[in-house]
């Protein structure tokens, strides 16, 4: 079979060539892909920036986004031929730690995780994949078109979900959120915030009246330019935030996305950035911020089952109230020979998607 293949840490290394078909082992089913989302991770990791390949390998299959439908399944498992599925990214550590083996690798403690086309895992990008069916989240018919959003849809997920969870040290009705960035990942967790009914501000670099500016307006969610409101106004020039979602992967945006979360509320960082890009921060001023506001700042990375299944009931949900709305994240489908040209980023791209197989 075919697939889109990186040689880590070695920029430039991206072919599409033939590689072995996949051979379930006992227990596993065969996957035939139907698509796969390009994200900044599948970036960096052809930049030769991150990423492992699998020990017995020169090469790693790349892609973690994926859709696909169910070729063969042993009886009785969860899955059956002809079911489309979305497999999660992570796999427990060998170890077996605590969250590990809790279901909850995305908790991994050890930090010897392994990820599909992340780390020393063949990714989704190849026409064909075996996985345990444990790992694979069934998904209706009628999402077909937008479900290969459901894996970034996690990581807003699991964010929000987590946010709400320590948010239980209190009653707490959420009103104002804000999102800083407009990439796939922020605008999943801006309409995920709006479907649970807070008013929703995105902040992001794109001028006022850009496409995802009107694209939020037509979700009732509000559009900030930091062209015209600079990042660290944003607290002054909204109303108490409850949440604070950060997702723009800039280092310089941590600073104002921390100190934007008001009185009681609760900031999730989900974007990972350059280590090295030095800001200044009145550390004093800030922790004083946190401290007399009960404030809550964390980290969140990768998801698990629980986040994949909350991500297709709110795909459900946002298809039922506003058909259409979600399948314009989808700026470019490409097929996956075209791999190279997909990575380099067009003006109007949102999120790029390669075609490995259609129908369904
Ligand atoms: C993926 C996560 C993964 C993370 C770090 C993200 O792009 O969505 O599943 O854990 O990269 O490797």
Request: hydrophobic share 40%.
């Given at each position: ?14 072919r ?81 730690c ?19 086309g ?20 069934r998904v ?5 078109p ?26 707490w009705?959420?009103?104002?959120a804000?999102?800083?960035g407009a ?10 915030m709006?479907?649970r009914?807070l ?11 850009s ?13 900030l ?8 106004e ?5 109303d108490?935030?409850d ?9 310089a945006?941590?600073g ?10 609760v ?19 800030w922790?004083r ?18 986040h ?18 979600m ?12 791999a ?21």
């Amino acid at each position: 079979m075919r697939a889109v293949t990186i040689v880590p840490r070695e920029a430039d290394s991206l072919r599409v060539q033939e590689v072995p078909d996949p051979a379930p082992a006992a227990g596993e089913a065969l996957v035939r892909v139907l698509e796969s989302g390009l994200c900044g991770t599948d970036a960096e990791i052809t930049a030769g920036l991150y990423g492992a390949a699998p020990p017995d390998s020169p090469y790693l299959i790349l892609g973690h986004e994926n859709l696909g439908i169910v070729e063969s399944a042993p009886t009785g498992s969860a899955v059956t031929p002809g079911d489309l599925v979305v497999s999660t990214v992570r796999r427990p550590c060998p170890e077996g730690c605590l969250p590990c083996r809790s279901g909850q690798n995305d908790m991994c403690l050890t930090g010897h995780y392994r990820e599909r086309g992340i780390q020393e895992l063949p990714g989704f990008m190849s026409e064909r994949y075996a996985e345990d069916p444990a790992y694979m989240v069934r998904v209706p018919r009628h999402l077909r078109p937008v479900a290969v959003l459901v894996e970034p849809m996690t990581v807003a997920q699991k964010g929000l979900e987590q946010a709400f969870r320590i948010q239980q040290r209190m009653p707490w009705e959420p009103r104002h959120a804000l999102v800083l960035g407009a990439g796939p990942v922020g605008l999943l967790a801006a309409a995920a915030m709006r479907l649970r009914g807070l008013e929703v501000t995105v902040a992001s670099r794109e001028a006022p009246g850009s496409p995802r500016d009107e694209l939020l307006g037509q979700a009732g969610i509000r559009y900030l330019s930091t062209e015209t409101i600079p990042a660290e106004e944003l607290r002054q020039r909204l109303d108490r935030l409850d949440i604070v979602f950060e997702a723009t992967g800039a280092a310089a945006l941590i600073g104002p996305a921390v100190s934007a979360v008001g009185t009681d509320g609760v900031c999730i960082l989900a974007s990972v950035t350059e280590a090295g890009r030095k800001t200044t921060l009145d550390l004093g001023a800030w922790n004083r911020q946190m401290v007399l506001g009960n404030c809550v700042v964390f980290g969140t990375v990768n998801a698990n089952r629980r986040h994949f299944e909350a991500a297709v009931r709110d795909l459900e949900t946002a298809e039922e109230r506003q058909p259409g709305w979600m399948g314009r994240l989808i700026t470019r489908r490409l097929p996956f020979t075209d791999a190279a040209r997909a990575l380099v980023r067009e003006p109007s791209d949102i999120k790029t998607v390669l075609v490995f197989a259609g129908g369904c």
